[in-house]
């Protein structure tokens, strides 16, 4: 074969692995993959263990301590967990 023919060839292929693709549409290929790789160590996880803790006043201090639920919710919260099997006082 020729070299030129090879070398040719060679630096066709070599241009070939290079896409180029409207910014938009990387962004959404990076979303989407990242969401997959979120989703899939979610999965794995042991999502139906129990939670860390049995205590009803230790998950609600947690999430009053957040700052991001009103006290109606927070006393929903509670009124909820008193009511689960799961959950002690």
Known sequence: MDVTFMSHIIEKKRRASVVTIPQEEYEAMVDSRLRYAYLRQIIEEDIFGPPPTRK????????????RYSGAFLESLAKGLKRSSH???
């Open 56 to 67: 009803s006043k230790e998950v609600v201090d947690a999430f009053r301590k957040t700052k």
């Open 87 to 89: 959950f002690t006082a």
